[in-house]
């Protein structure tokens, strides 16, 4: 039997995230004729093997299992030593013993899959979500993140053309977002997972359908840069400590006489915001202007909850509302929580917030956040506002309403949204408006949405209005925002008794916001036994729109294809 000898070498990379690193590495043991070289702290996603080319085209083979987090390790051996072990038998992740059909999703891909997830279902921005979480590679993740949601409309008309979600109905359409946003960046999908392998059974469908709509695509809208603003969390420190706060990090607060500058001056102002000066926002005191862009996820004062990254629109209905410490409140439509920390804060945690979400995974969001937020005021309920009986709650004082809408306003969904799926969210938004008209005691109802759709709107206030026309009025909102111009649609009489914010003019997000307040009673008001039947008769209606929309949205739920 011929002897032969093999030269076996070792090597602690580091890393083999970069290319150039692999290219090195492969030189080297090339250089050395090296047969077998064992590595650690390679950092590589999951568990596989690649081929690797010299650049006088000999080829070795790298088996590698690991991940970002632990430090993963790999075995190189040349392709014509055929006879080892490795070729023979399918390797196995030591930490876990798995094969390669159950090899983990690359964490990369996982996490980005499901922020995209919340992302689309309207938890947040992108960069509040990568940045808020102590991920590893938060950079990585937020270019993919990107990448797969400015692409958005080419990569879904990509994966419907190719009908792989049909051919694979247990393929998470997310992460298949994700990935094919991976794979027109870098032309291939390098992993052995099973997604990566389904994926790149369709990899020259989905490459070719962007090479030809890639360029019928929109160009894109060039980007309004608002300012960042930021909320003072009064529950954990006052305006005093924030501000002495900034100074330390060397902020510079410009201060300005409200009495003697315009809403325009102001505006004027916001827009020429640089460097490192900061100013309060001309209507809610508690509300600072920073320029665009400006990053506080090192800031001791975010670190500690004393201040809220929350832009200015959704500020405006809780300042509008004027609520009051002692209120009884109900937030129908709670997740995240912005806005309903903001309540406690207005209130001071005197009073109470009933805060209710139906949706699990916001809902843990809803809980986590009050919590840090110290809005000790809030209890949290996993309910559907809708299915609340109003006579449970005789002292509830004011209801807000943020229901699901289509996010036209903030530019969560770029693609043309259809006008079947905006007639059933402003029927849901009906519904829920009126829902709350409905409790025997509430004084204020105020609904808002981060739409600029007149069917999400005006027309929803419209619907309500004819219905509890003798109860409720639209409070008068000018007064509590001087120098405003953005109102409702003038094809409604009641349109500048409604906010609008322009993203071009205000400086903020598109959003909209009306406050329904009870009419006092008087001597005109229906007899009793009148007004009885009248409210029998609008339970009647409500109950009837509650049966019709949630049959169909069971109906919608079963069509679904599971992911």
């Not at 993963?72 to 399918?90: I, R, S, T, Y």
């Not at 409702?488 to 409604?498: L, R």
Request: proline share 5%.
């Amino acid at each position: 039997m011929e002897r032969k000898n093999i030269r076996i070498g070792t090597w602690n990379v580091q890393t083999l995230r970069s290319e150039q690193k692999v290219l090195n590495l492969v030189e080297d043991v090339d250089s050395k004729r090296i047969d077998i070289m064992a590595i650690q702290e390679t950092h590589y996603h999951g568990t596989g093997s690649e081929y690797l080319k010299t650049s006088e085209g000999k080829t070795y083979v790298l088996y590698y299992t690991g991940d970002e987090e632990s430090s993963g390790g790999a075995m190189e051996f040349k392709e014509e030593d055929d006879n080892h072990e490795m070729n023979q038998l399918p390797m196995k992740d030591k930490r876990t013993g798995k094969k390669p059909h159950s090899i983990p999703v690359p964490r990369l891909f996982k996490l980005c899959s499901k922020i995209l997830c919340r992302y689309e279902n309207k938890e947040g921005s992108l960069k509040n979500m990568v940045y808020s979480a102590k991920y590893p590679h938060r950079d990585s993740m937020m270019a993919l993140l990107s990448k797969t949601v400015d692409q958005g409309s080419v990569i879904k008309s990509a994966l419907a053309d190719s009908k792989i979600l049909e051919k694979e109905p247990g393929f998470n359409p997310y992460l298949a977002q994700v990935l094919t946003a991976e794979l027109l960046t870098k032309g291939c999908l390098q992993g052995d997972c099973k997604p990566i392998i389904v994926l790149r059974k369709y990899e020259d469908e989905l490459l070719e359908h962007y090479r030809k709509n890639a360029k019928k695509m929109p160009p894109k809208k060039k980007k309004v840069l608002f300012p960042r603003y930021v909320r003072i969390n009064t529950l954990v420190a006052s305006a005093d400590d924030v501000h002495n706060h900034l100074a330390e990090e060397g902020w510079i607060l410009y201060s300005y006489k409200k009495e003697s500058v315009t809403y325009d001056d102001y505006l004027d102002l916001v827009e020429n915001l640089e460097g490192s000066t900061y100013m309060e926002d001309y209507h809610i005191p508690e509300l600072l202007v920073f320029p665009p862009n400006t990053s506080f996820w090192k800031s001791e004062p975010y670190k500690e909850n004393a201040i809220v990254l929350m832009d200015k629109a959704s500020c405006l209905p809780v300042f509008l509302a004027s609520i009051k410490p002692g209120y009884n409140i109900i937030d129908g439509c709670a997740a995240p929580g912005n806005k309903t920390s903001y309540m406690a804060a207005t209130i001071n945690n005197t009073g109470s917030i009933t805060a209710l979400d139906n949706n699990p995974e916001r809902f843990k969001t809803l809980n986590k956040l009050v919590q840090q937020r110290g809005a000790t005021c809030v209890s949290t309920l996993l309910e559907d506002f809708t299915k609340l009986d109003p006579d449970q709650y005789p002292d509830v004082r004011c209801i807000f309403l943020d229901p699901t809408c289509t996010g036209s306003g903030v530019g969560f969904h770029q693609d043309k949204i259809s006008e079947q799926r905006v007639w059933d969210l402003s029927s849901f938004q009906s519904m829920v408006l009126k829902h709350a008209l409905s409790f025997p005691s509430v004084k204020k109802v105020i609904y808002s949405t981060c739409s600029v759709m007149v069917e999400e709107n005006e027309e929803v206030v419209k619907k309500a209005l004819d219905m509890y026309q003798h109860q409720f009025k639209l409070g008068n909102i000018k007064k509590r925002l001087p120098g405003w111009k953005n109102f409702g649609s003038e094809d409604y009489s009641f349109s500048k008794k409604i906010c609008k914010t322009n993203p071009d003019v205000d400086k903020c997000q598109g959003f909209f916001v009306a406050k329904f307040v009870r009419k006092e009673k008087s001597s005109e008001e229906m007899p009793n036994s009148s007004a009885q039947k009248e409210g029998e008769k609008r339970k009647e209606q409500f109950n009837e729109i509650s049966d019709t929309f949630s049959s169909k949205k069971k109906k919608s739920k079963k069509e679904q294809p599971s992911s």
